[in-house]
């Protein structure tokens, strides 16, 4: 998958009350040369596989930089992102920006895994459901109760034993996008992909 865009924005990661492990996030640095990118690419890791060094987490209810209950953590080399200090959900929608650049012209690849049960009080439609949120809008204007930052959501979703359920579907929160040439509004748009179970 390709994303373009002429500005610069900020990338993060979406989370709702299911743990979910990023084994690996990796950026390709796209050399432009004048107005288009270039063919030529390096890919490079975002995630240093030790600490949360160049990610900011922003969980609603709290001020952007607290980590709160330890949601987002690095165990083991691994990027992981966990609602298992938490008694209840309470709508503490959270998400993990990254925050070192902003980019224009780049191509994501990012390995992930769902594990364990929703958190207590999580709403339905979250299980198994996660993001990598695109051209999100600055985390520091993100008002203490927003549940969402304004962006081009990938949508990550895991099966739930039965029935399809596709993945990398596109979701809007707090915006539109142009399909086949119109305005769409709807908040979500499937993808053709098979439904991924993995852990029942």
Known sequence: MRWQTGSRKQLCSN???????????FLPVVIAKGTS????SVWRPLFNGKDLDGWVPKIKGYPLGENHLDTFRVEDGILKVSYDKYKAFENKFGHLFYVKEKFSHYRLRVEYRFVGEQCPGGPSWAVRNNGIMFHCQDPRTMRRDQDFPVSIEAQLLGGL???????????????????????FTPHCTNSRSKTYYGDP
Request: proline share 11%.
């Open 161 to 183: 034993g039965k029935g399809n359920r596709p993945t990398n579907n596109v979701c809007t929160p707090g915006t539109h996008i142009v399909l086949e040439g119109k305005l």
């Open 37 to 40: 990118p270039s063919t030529e």
């Open 15 to 25: 989370v709702t009350p299911l743990s979910l492990i990023i084994l690996g996030s």
